[in-house]
């Protein structure tokens, strides 16, 4: 499985904090984004931030593994 | 002795962090800190509360990859950053940040470039809750 985190905004706007897409073999972090994207159009406007295992990620295309932990995160508002 | 880089919902005391960074040399010859505190205005607006959220495995990290960068870029003696995630109230503290070194320039200036880096890197959000309604807060520069 893919375990999929949204905080603050984003997750106020997907309406959970945390789901699970089931992993298969070939599976790129596009794949993930495209079908989230679908389904949550709105808090995908305000991403702009990915991470994959805690570290941030530009590249679309990489391979995802099983057990991955994927975060969808609006700009950053601490301090 | 706390870790030098903590998340944390509770308040923290500025002088025991000073205390802690003075403790790790007796070659420090200046500290500069930042403290970060809760307003009660916001673009107009009364701000009662400031609802904090972290993603907090990923912050903690990335603020302990800025000491890291602080005191090797900046040739620090130490430096310590805390920042709290809770709910907080005008005037309540938010983020601590205290950088150590020789002389004061490179302490002002790390203490500076951390708190900016912190902005950017660290996934930690902040909900502006107002009379009007709660809104999570667009970054500033």
Redesign the interface.
Known sequence: MIKILFFGPVAERVQMRETQLAFAPGMKLQDIITTLNTQHPHAFDIVSFTAVNQTQVYDMQMPLNDGDEIAFMAKFSGG | MTNPVRIQQEDFSQDQEITALKASSLRIGGIATFL?CARDFSEGRDVSEIS????G???L?EMNKLRTEAIANFKLIDARIV?RVTTVRAGDN??FIAAAAEHRAAAFDACRWM?DE??????????EITPQGDA????HP
């Open positions: 970060g904090f959220e972290a993603y495995s990923m912050a990290a920042h938010i983020v708190i912190l902005k950017q890197r660290v996934p930690i959000w902040k909900k999570w807060v667009t970054p």
